[in-house]
């Protein structure tokens, strides 16, 4: 397949995607009263293409970095079957506006619904493909415009660049250093045998990503079969988890690409795993999300997983559908496809709350088919107070949760309003106090920021 099975070599150069360059924005203003818990604060309708009355189902949504009066989504075609590939639009909100309705957009065709911003907040990984050694991103301006960006990807002694053509994600590390992006490379004389591609990029600069390891994913993960669900790097950038839409999941090391646990290998077909990290700890902890209900929580120590946390969440013909950490790693959210939102903390993963009205379980007519309201996505806002909740008939409905009464929480939230993230490596503060003002596990010792 033309794939190159060298070792990275290191380098030294400065990695330009640093932090965001302004102060945190809140999602309500200064002075002004919260309202009641639990209550809907605002409802975004999506419509089809071109003013056509079609539903959208928001199959992915999030906060910018930093930013809590700005969300994107991602919207496919409801009623559609689930495919690798998938078109669909991508826009961007200001929360701010009243209006609940907007005909900007930027057409994409975007094979797995997971968003990932640079650590700076400028690039979002929604993909159009290309070809030719390009990925074409989402560039998010301060305004909340959206402007296609078209990355160039130097595979260089690689061979072929065209097998970047059917990119299935670009996932940027927190650390700003390196990207990773997997790809379907199957050849046409060879279509029933998928072959897939993990390749980790040095970022040179914005708009250009170098090569430096790449490999096929059914050599570096044992039994690897299926399509990608998701891709993510821990908290301190050392570790990236894969998971399939056969239930696997594995760890690998992001400096090479070797593997350093592969945690499910077996098959299970109908059953897609997603992965996250915990963000409360640097790479130690991370969970997994199947859709016939089970959650899982894995501890690594010593180069072994170990499952400390195995809970059913949902029964029978309910699916998770939908996870997602908080910021800082206190409390999760999963959707179902019976129109819930189970909030946890994380500790024991208690339930502390579910959002459901009744118009999220009743039954509606779309395209004269009998239909049950899903959650598709979730997002925390960076203050943990407010959540993003994304359907299958077309809104993103934003949750008022109950307010966090931590008085560091409460502090660190007080001093990102005024000091943004690139200048808190200045500030004469101790190093693991401006990581928690970092959200982050980054060496500011080392002058990474």
């Not at 994107?72 to 079957?81: C, S």
């Not at 990119?167 to 790809?183: E, I, M, N, Q």
């Not at 959540?387 to 949750?399: P, S």
């Not at 959200?439 to 920021?449: A, H, P, Q, R, V």
């Given at each position: ?69 700005s ?25 701010e ?12 065709y ?9 650590p ?8 159009l ?28 002694g ?5 097998l ?37 990029w ?55 690409l ?35 209900g ?18 059913q ?19 999760a959210a ?50 943990c107070?407010e ?13 008022q ?10 502090c ?6 005024l ?19 970092l ?11």
């Open positions: 397949m033309g794939l190159d099975s060298c070792k990275p070599k290191e380098t030294s150069e400065q990695s330009p995607l640093n932090l965001c360059s302004f102060p945190y924005r809140p999602f309500h203003a200064d002075g002004k009263l919260f309202p009641p818990p639990l209550t809907v604060l605002k409802q975004i309708k999506h419509s089809g293409p071109l003013g056509l009355n079609q539903v959208m189902k928001v199959t992915a949504c999030a906060f910018p970095p930093n930013d809590d009066k969300l994107v989504t991602l919207t496919t075609f409801a009623g559609l079957p689930l495919r690798n590939f998938r078109a669909g639009f991508f826009q961007c909100w200001d929360l506006q009243t209006q609940e309705t907007q005909d900007d957009s930027l057409f994409t975007s094979p797995r619904p997971v968003c990932c911003f640079s700076n907040g400028e690039i979002v990984s929604y993909i493909n290309t070809g030719n050694g390009h990925i074409i991103l989402a560039e998010l301006g301060p305004d909340c415009s959206l402007e296609p960006l078209k990355i160039d990807c130097d595979t260089a690689y061979g072929d660049r065209s970047l053509s059917r990119a299935l994600c670009c996932v940027f590390s927190p650390d700003g250093f390196k990207a990773v992006t997997v790809s379907n490379v199957t050849l046409e004389n060879h279509r029933g045998r998928e072959t897939n591609e993990i390749c980790l040095q970022v040179i600069s914005k708009k250009r990503l170098k090569s430096y390891w790449r490999v096929s994913c059914e050599v570096v993960l044992p039994r690897f079969t299926g399509h990608l669900a998701s891709c993510v790097f821990s908290a301190d950038s050392t570790l990236l988890a894969i998971s399939s839409s056969l239930s696997q999941l594995y760890v690998l090391k992001s400096e090479n070797e593997l350093f646990s592969a945690i499910r290998t077996d098959i299970v077909a109908g059953n897609p795993c997603t992965c996250a990290f915990d963000p409360g700890y640097p790479h130690q902890k991370l969970a997994a999300c199947f859709e016939d089970l959650f899982q929580v894995w501890y690594f120590e010593d180069g072994q997983a170990k499952c400390t946390r195995e809970l969440l949902v029964q029978n013909s309910d699916r998770l559908t939908a996870f997602s950490y908080s910021p800082d790693g206190s409390l999963f959707g179902t496809s019976q129109g819930m939102v189970i909030i946890t903390e994380t500790e024991i993963f208690q339930t502390l709350y579910q959002l459901v009205t009744s118009h999220n379980i009743a039954q509606e007519t779309i395209s004269g088919e009998s239909h049950i309201r899903a959650v598709c996505s979730v997002a925390f806002t960076r203050s107070q959540l993003a909740v994304g359907e299958n008939d077309g809104f993103v409905r934003i949750w949760l109950p307010l966090k009464f931590e008085l560091q929480h409460m660190r939230l007080a001093i990102n309003k000091v943004p993230p690139n200048q808190i490596k200045d500030l004469p503060l101790p190093v693991n106090l401006k990581a928690y003002l959200y982050s596990f980054l060496n500011i010792e080392e002058d990474i920021l």
